[in-house]
């Protein structure tokens, strides 16, 4: 299987501008380009597999540029519900900071910010050099300006197709990038971008375009948001045992397309652990393999050994045996709860509505079914208190096998 082929078993590529980008990939040495906005300080699991399509177009050979937009940071890329808030540029560059930083210790891309060959453009030169080039009636078919054309858009964001465009141009004429990938909502910045070049360069000029699924959950919405928000790549927004915990609860009807586009596994590896998945799926082997191979590629082996003791800890109920840092990390996706200290376990059940009424906690505690910090409480009558603590003034409370709550007590 070649390259191209490979990308296509993996379900990366969406669209292409021209037929010949397939021997390009194949055989040739491509210097090519992703892009993203400063618009957060780390980038999130969303971005992942862009980034993975990157390495791996790197490891057989071709050239990838990273550009993190300094300048279209500014504008923010049109949305379909509504205008965006605008950073300040404080803000911007601490993100932007962050972000070089972030890329360059996970993947060391040459990186480039586009605020340095736009910041000088005169508003008459980009009228006259760039704007020119673009006919408004071909701009407001784009997919989601046209989704804003009731409500109302910017003339702000309306440009910002012309400015991804200007990336592309000053990118192939200095860097000889022939290639842009973005996600399947970037086709018409990109194509923008190819008829720029071939304006300003010349017909025989041999550019291309590439665009990637938007990878969603199962429902539909964007992969990369949980229950407590996004999904991030820094260890210090998302840790690696929430990480973990994200890709293992995959549905299983997702979770063989995301070891194909998220994970280096190969074809056999995967065709393997799909046989897994309709053969004996109780043993989620699949999650397994999607949430270590995730992990250790963004967190290394000892992320990915944190991530498996307080997985084996909450498992087992053996929470004494991790440090204070996992037991931070371990508490930090519960639903949190509170309630006065002193109370009986039968009272705070029924006080923090865990359980709907004492009847329904008695019987839970009777049954075994109840355990605090690991240890299984059959007493109702138990007194909780802020020396029985998990961590700082927090207990955690199991209710069978995957009830988690971490109920602050007060007082």
Request: glycine fraction near 8%; aromatic fraction near 8%.
């Amino acid at each position: 299987m070649n390259l191209f082929d490979e990308l296509k078993w993996r379900g990366l590529i969406d669209n292409v501008t021209s037929p010949e980008i397939e021997d390009e990939i194949n055989n040739g040495e491509l210097t090519f380009y992703i892009g993203t906005d400063p618009t957060a300080d780390s980038l999130h699991i969303g971005h992942y597999s862009s980034l993975l399509m990157a390495k791996r177009l790197q490891q057989h050979g071709h050239h990838p540029i990273m550009l993190v937009g300094g300048a279209t940071g500014f504008i923010g890329d049109p949305k379909a519900t509504g205008e965006r808030n605008m950073l300040t540029p404080e803000v911007l560059q601490a993100n932007y900071d962050a972000l070089h930083r972030q890329i360059d210790a996970l993947w060391g891309f040459d990186m480039v910010n586009n605020l340095d060959w736009t910041k000088d453009i005169s508003i008459i030169d980009f009228l006259r050099d760039y704007g020119k080039h673009f006919n408004v009636n071909y701009m407001i078919n784009k997919e989601t300006v046209k989704k804003r054309l009731d409500s109302g858009i910017s003339y702000t964001e309306f440009s910002y197709m012309i400015l991804q465009s200007l990336d592309f141009l000053h990118l192939y004429q200095e860097k000889n990038c022939r290639m842009q990938i973005g996600g399947q909502d970037q086709w018409g910045n990109i194509t923008s971008g190819l008829e720029l070049i071939r304006k300003k360069c010349g017909n025989d000029v041999k550019c291309f375009g590439l665009t990637m699924p938007l990878i969603t959950k199962a429902d539909g919405t964007k992969f990369g948001k949980s229950e407590t928000g996004t999904v991030w790549l820094d260890a210090k927004k998302t840790s690696p045992y929430e990480l973990y915990q994200f890709l293992f609860n995959t549905e299983d009807d997702k979770v063989i397309e995301y070891l194909k586009k998220l994970t280096f596994l190969s074809v056999e590896q995967i065709e393997e652990l799909e046989r897994s998945l309709r053969e004996e799926p109780h043993k989620r082997n699949a999650q397994k393999a999607l949430a270590s191979e995730v992990v250790r590629d963004l967190h290394k082996e000892e992320g990915l050994q944190a991530a498996l003791s307080i997985t084996q800890a909450l498992f087992s109920g053996k929470l004494s045996e991790l440090d204070e840092s996992m037991r931070k990390d371990a508490i930090m996706n519960m639903e949190k709860l509170s309630a006065p200290a002193g109370l009986t376990l039968l009272d705070l059940l029924v006080d923090t509505k865990i359980a709907a009424s004492k009847r329904e906690g008695r019987e839970w505690i009777k049954g075994n079914s109840i355990a605090v910090n690991g240890v299984k409480v059959t007493d109702p009558d138990t007194r909780m208190t802020q020396e029985q603590a998990y961590i700082d003034n927090d207990l955690i409370i199991r209710r069978g096998k995957k009830r988690y709550y971490c109920v602050a007590l007060e007082g």
